[in-house]
C-alpha cells in the first residue's frame, strides 16, 4: 500500500512539473487607459522616478521602504532602487530609452527572487486625450512557469497595473 501511494506521488509531482515545463517561455501584461490631458504633461510623470510616489501603487505599501536615484537626474540614464518589506521587496529599474510617446525601462527586482523584464509606457494622443498603455514583459524561468499553474502574471500585478494606470489619469488631469 506505502508503495502504491509513493509512486502515486512521484507521478503527481511528475504530472505538475511536466505541465510546469509546457507553459510560454515569456509572459506579457498590458494595461491602457486614456488621460484628458497630453502627452507632454504625462510623460514627465514616468520619465523623472522622483514623480512615482505620486501615482505608483507601490509606493504607499511601505513607508519606510528605502530609495536610492542615481544616473541621470531624469530621462534617460535615471536609475531608481528601492529595498522594502516583503510586499515591496528590492529591485532596480533603469530608464534605457525615450522618446515623446514612449519610454523603455529595464526592470530588475532581486527580492523576493530575481527577475529581469522590460516595462514600456506608450503614449498616443489624439485632440485632447492621451492614451497610454502599460506593458511589461520579460521570460518566464522555470519557477514562473511552475507558480503560472497557480497564478498567472496577469492576475499578480494587472490590478497593480490598473491602479496605478487610475492614479496616473487622477494626477495628470489636475
Request: net charge neutral.
Amino acid at each position: 500500500m506505502l508503495k502504491k501511494i509513493a509512486i502515486g506521488v512521484v507521478v503527481l509531482v511528475l504530472i505538475v512539473l511536466g505541465l510546469a515545463a509546457m507553459q510560454p517561455d515569456s509572459y506579457r501584461v498590458q494595461r491602457t487607459i486614456a488621460i484628458k490631458a497630453p502627452a507632454e504633461k504625462i510623460l514627465p510623470l514616468i520619465s523623472d522616478f522622483h514623480n512615482w510616489t505620486s501615482w505608483s501603487p507601490w509606493e504607499k505599501l511601505d513607508p519606510a521602504m528605502k530609495r536610492t536615484f542615481s544616473g541621470a537626474p531624469k530621462d534617460q540614464g535615471a536609475v531608481y532602487a528601492w529595498d522594502g518589506d516583503d510586499k515591496v521587496g528590492a529591485g532596480r529599474m533603469e530608464i534605457t530609452g525615450l522618446t515623446p510617446a514612449k519610454v523603455d525601462i529595464k526592470l530588475d527586482f532581486l527580492k523576493p527572487f530575481e527577475s529581469h523584464c522590460q516595462t514600456v509606457f506608450a503614449l498616443e494622443t489624439k485632440g485632447d486625450i492621451t492614451t497610454v498603455s502599460w506593458t511589461m514583459s520579460g521570460p518566464s524561468e522555470f519557477m514562473t512557469k511552475l507558480m503560472g499553474l497557480v497564478v498567472s502574471m496577469d492576475s499578480m500585478i494587472g490590478k497593480d497595473f490598473e491602479a496605478g494606470l487610475a492614479n496616473m489619469k487622477a494626477v495628470a488631469e489636475k
